[in-house]
């Protein structure tokens, strides 16, 4: 009646029940306070915005803030030019968009075609994308590299400033 796991299935199901583990586990921590401003003042163009698009109650989108967006900012490759946002997909409330002008989550989410939770774009200065978007959630424990290739490609994608 039961049929026992073989060894090549016992670790990736191993490794997606601990994701979900984790993201009922985190759900409970309700969702990131959602930001006034998608662009950072300052004025600095070589600057990667990656952008979490999420709904409330969506256990992949706690999962993504939680487990994989703050590594990025610890990574020293990263750390001076990536900065998370975070939109939620129906909200009404104001934030300024990438060109200055105030508008609403969910303007920002039709504007840019999302229509899914979670999905993560990867927008320069000027919100325009400059690496391939990440749709879904983790259920195989792959996301992290799926993640971290997107952004190494998107930061390839903008000149980094000069420092002299």
């Keep these: 009646m039961f049929a026992r ?6 670790g990736p199901l191993a ?21 006034s401003s998608l662009r950072e003042t ?5 600057l990667l915005y990656v952008v979490l ?10 999962a993504v803030r939680q487990a994989y967006l703050p590594a990025l900012p610890d990574d020293p490759r990263f750390r001076e030019r990536v900065r998370i ?14 060109d200055g002008q ?4 969910a ?24 690496a391939e978007a990440l749709l879904g959630g983790d259920s195989v424990g792959l996301y992290g590299g799926y993640l971290e290739k997107r952004v190494v490609q998107a930061l390839e994608a903008i000149p980094a400033a000069r420092r002299d």
């Design 102 to 105: 105030k508008t609403s989550h």
């Design 15 to 35: 490794t997606l029940l601990a994701a979900l583990l984790f993201a009922t586990h985190t759900a409970a921590a309700g969702p990131a306070p959602l930001p």
């Design 107 to 130: 303007d920002v989410a039709r504007r840019l075609k999302v229509k899914f939770a979670p999905t993560v774009l990867f927008l320069d200065t000027s919100g325009q994308p400059r």
């Design 42 to 46: 300052g004025g600095r163009p070589d």
């Design 85 to 98: 946002r975070e939109v939620g997909i129906g909200s009404t409330r104001q934030l300024i968009d990438f």
């Design 53 to 62: 698009f999420s709904l409330p109650d969506c256990p992949y989108c706690v």
């Design 5 to 10: 796991l073989s060894a090549p299935l016992a």
